[in-house]
């Protein structure tokens, strides 16, 4: 699968595309531009990945549960290939930042809270936590533990919920305008309030809509003032 780099040092932060979406989106719409001066100045060193998506929960021509084993196949891709490739050319220390918006919020908080001793933190734009809202109704083991608003209440684990609480940052941010839907952001944010798991809600105004031009405004703001 294809991924595409963008600068030479810094923190590393891989970007998960949205919906049915390939990994030149965040070019194409001109996000690495906004973060372009944090790159050159070396703070942060950009991979972007293809989906699987069109493969998974949006093709509507595969069984669901052939849709479930794909997602697997998408997590294990990501944390047998790309992490170690990220690895290689950055270094064994360099922490890992996973970052979407919308169907790649959920991705990327997936991937962090699954693999917290991989990945170091999360920024989660515009995202809803729960998978059943992609699944059309269809829902088995590999749903529930994709699915962070699911599997998140109940995690007890002693390896893996003290990574998480220990992780470089978490951050939820999301609009208020036409498309959002802050609700979903501030329930996953009361489910890991429960958990004890610090992290950073936060709520933009009604002029932000699900859109390119307020995760535009969100990323470099992240990247100038959380890290």
Not at 16 to 43: C, H, M, S, W
């Amino acid at each position: 699968m294809e991924i595409v780099t963008y600068g030479h040092y810094g923190f590393a932060l891989l970007l998960v595309p949205t919906a049915a979406a390939d990994y030149l989106e965040y070019e194409r719409f001109l996000l690495i531009k906004a973060i372009e001066p944090y790159i050159n100045a070396g703070k942060v060193k950009v991979f972007s990945i293809n989906s699987i998506n069109t493969e998974s929960w949006l093709n509507n021509h595969m069984h669901p549960r052939h849709k479930a084993i794909r997602h697997q196949q998408f997590n294990d891709y990501v944390f047998n290939e790309v992490i170690p490739y990220i690895k290689v050319k950055t270094s064994a220390d360099t922490p890992i930042i996973t970052c979407g918006a919308s169907f790649g919020a959920l991705h990327s908080m997936n991937l962090f809270l699954k693999r917290p001793d991989m990945i170091n933190g999360v920024i989660a734009m515009s995202g809803c936590y729960d998978l059943s809202s992609y699944t059309d109704g269809y829902f088995d083991d590999d749903v529930y533990f994709n699915s962070p608003e699911h599997y998140m209440p109940g995690l007890t684990d002693e390896y893996f919920l003290p990574r998480i609480k220990q992780a470089k940052k978490i951050i939820i941010s999301t609009g208020s305008g036409s498309f959002e839907t802050p609700e979903a952001s501030r329930r996953f944010s009361h489910i890991l309030n429960v958990k004890e798991i610090p992290h950073e809600l936060d709520v933009w105004g009604h002029d932000m809509p699900h859109d390119w031009d307020t995760w535009r405004k969100m990323l470099p703001y992240y990247l100038e003032t959380r890290f």
